[in-house]
């Protein structure tokens, strides 16, 4: 049976650009509409406040029923949380709202069906914001899926359509410092996870601590990578990396960042895509031979080229 593997949209946002809390909420309100329009007008009627099963462990509905649930996360010290749920119904999403407004260290939400014990599962959608102690300044904003959604033969481009449409307006209005659509790697990017060391500085490699400097060298690079302002022109700027051959789309971002599609579609972004993104961002990215670690079952690939960025020839 062919492994199936997670991608992550993933954007970086300054305190700069404006109210955490209120962006939180745009990513949840705005996303969920252009990705699950169907499950959030299931779930809209519903109250607030979850169901609870009559007995412990039991059916919480019919099987295949949609559920949708937002949550948020609150820190009580540096080891102990306390999370709070409601349904994603409009009642729901007022009260994510109010919760926002004092942006907690984590929300999330959740779309899926019931499976045969009534129980939730799958996921037709999730969605997370979150700010980490050692990068204050900075909010991730990011959406979690099933790799075949892309690479579906009848529905896989109209979903990369729709999960690009929906990044769109946050990477054009946030200014981030860095963006992408890959593999997950439980925070880190590819790039980073390739560079994971006790040789070298954490903050190389440690996605808890990188984002503070996601404007002095770039992350990682993917089949969509968000490129910041300062490091576009690093690079050569649009017009040597329209030149390049690197990239499906090249766009302008209004703050002067870049939105670099590899491939138009995803299905095409093979190893050799993957070179010529790397050869094009070479330059940005810290120097350093990647390592490609022993792959266990279950995790992403390394999709990656494990050569020394700064020996990399134009």
Known sequence: MNEQFTLEVQLNVE????????????????VSARVAAEARAAVAPFTATVGRPPTPFGPLGEPGT???VVQCTRMKTAFESTTTERNASAAGMRWLRTQLADMPAQASMWFGRLDEHGHRSGRLL??????????????????????????????????????????????????????????????????????????????????????????????????????????????G??????????????????????????????????QAAVERVFRALAPALRAGTPTQWPRKSGESPQRQVFRDAARTGS
């Open 126 to 235: 999730y969605l997370r914001a979150r700010r980490l102690a050692d990068s204050p300044d900075w909010l991730r904003l990011e959406a979690y899926l099933d790799e075949p959604e892309f690479t579906d033969p009848v529905r896989g481009q109209d979903r990369q359509q729709r999960y690009l449409e929906a990044a769109w307006p946050f990477a054009d209005e946030f200014d981030p410092g860095f963006g992408d659509i890959d593999y997950t790697f439980n925070g880190e990017t590819t790039f980073e996870t390739s560079l994971r060391s006790p040789e070298r500085p954490r903050p190389w490699w440690d996605h808890t601590s990188s984002v503070n400097h996601c404007r002095e060298f770039l992350r990682g690079y993917s089949w969509l990578t968000i490129l910041p302002k300062e490091l576009a022109a690093v690079v």
């Open 66 to 68: 949609i559920f949708g």
């Open 15 to 30: 305190h700069t650009a404006g109210s955490f809390g209120e962006i939180a909420y745009r990513w949840f309100d705005d």
């Open 237 to 270: 700027g649009a017009g040597a990396l329209t030149a390049s051959g690197a990239f499906g789309q090249v766009r302008q971002l209004r703050h002067g960042g870049l939105w670099l599609l590899a491939t138009d579609d995803y299905r095409d972004y093979d």
